[in-house]
């Protein structure tokens, strides 16, 4: 592996090739990937700034509200985490737990 | 990429650059027909030794000169509008890439099936020697998109403004920090794709380039495992 790429993976997890290999290229453009958080009709241009950092901030929210194996909740962490650049969400996460996060969640 | 003394656009690696390059031809064919008319008439005139003896107006001609020009306009208009707001439509996205400039490289990261793989690609331009004769258009490592596969492509920076650009999918986002902008590409093609920043971002600018490779979606997968 180069050493300017990195993979995170969980434990466990098949590799992709493995996990598609046998099927048409068709069978595994279905199966792809395909995970693209929906249009949002509030974010409808290209300044998406706002829908990764509200997605955040709905998942925060929903969590403390419901607990965190709360699945609905499940829906606005996998929009922010498609959306948000790793580094946004490390500095928020630290934000988080320094209590500087600039919401009141 | 382009070549020496190309005057033309690269080969169209995406479907809107496909358009892109049909509603060029398109315009400098109405551009080409109206210059010509123009210095036609505007060399006739002046060789005719004409002189004007009090002509105050005309309404038929007047009348022509307005309706014909601006019925080209619309006529160049209705593609226009169409291809503008087509681009827009990220409605049909399969994939989203999120671009993050540096000072001074570009780095990709790609989250695949709910959160199963995380790829953060770093790409530093290759230096003069193992450039291949490709000088300043070569990284170490690129990114790899599937073809025929809408993707969505988020653009930001770490520091400064910069701008990824990839002149052959007609796709350019500047990098601005602390926004995300949001591009959509479907590649038509396997190839090789190169582009470099568009917006000066200190000493380096010119020595930050993006390459990006269409592939098959197997190849893909595969690429993200790095068999």
Redesign the interface.
């Known amino acids: ?2 050493s ?7 434990e466990g ?1 098949i ?4 996990k ?2 046998g ?1 048409s ?1 068709e069978e ?2 279905k199966r ?6 929906p ?1 949002d009709s509030r974010f409808p ?5 706002k ?2 950092f509200q997605n955040y901030v709905d998942f925060q929210r929903c969590v403390r509200l419901r607990g965190e194996d709360y699945k609905p909740c499940q829906f606005f962490e ?1 929009n922010y ?7 946004w969400i490390e500095k928020w996460d630290e934000q988080l737990e320094n209590n500087t996060f600039p919401v009141k969640l | 990429m382009s070549s020496w003394c190309q005057l033309g656009f690269q080969d169209a690696g995406s479907y809107f650059m496909e358009e892109f390059i049909y509603f060029h031809d398109f315009t400098m064919m109405i551009i080409l027909g109206v210059l010509s008319y123009v210095v036609v008439f505007l060399v006739l005139g002046l060789l005719s030794g004409w002189v004007d003896s009090g002509f105050v107006e005309g309404q038929l001609i007047e009348f022509m000169w307005t309706i014909f020009p601006a019925l080209i306009l619309i006529q160049i208009a209705f593609p226009s509008l169409l291809l503008l707001y087509l681009i ?1 439509d ?2 049909k ?4 890439c ?1 671009v ?1 400039g540096h000072q001074w490289y570009w780095s990709y ?1 790609i ?14 331009m290759l230096p003069r020697e193992g450039a291949f004769g490709m000088r300043l258009l070569l990284t ?2 690129f990114l790899m998109l ?1 073809i ?2 809408p993707v ?1 492509i ?1 653009v ?1 920076s ?1 520091d400064v403004i910069h701008s990824w650009t990839l002149p052959s999918l007609g796709i350019k ?1 500047d990098a601005v920090p ?6 959509n590409v479907t590649l038509s093609r396997k190839a090789m794709f190169y582009g470099q920043c568009s917006e000066i971002c200190g000493a380096n600018h010119s020595f930050m380039p993006v390459m990006l490779m269409g592939v ?3 190849q893909f ?2 690429w ?4």
């Open positions: 592996m180069s300017g790429v990195e993979i995170t993976r969980p997890a590799p992709l090739a493995q598609y290999s099927l290229e595994v453009k792809i990937i395909a995970y693209n958080p249009a241009n290209q300044n998406q700034t829908n990764c996998r985490k498609f959306l948000c650049p790793t580094g | 827009e990220f409605s996205s399969f994939l989203v999120k993050v990261e989250k695949t099936e709910s959160s199963e793989i995380l790829a953060s690609v770093d790409c530093y170490d490592e599937p025929n596969v969505r988020l930001t770490d986002g602390g926004r995300l902008n949001q591009l098959t979606s197997p997968f595969m993200l495992d790095r068999l």
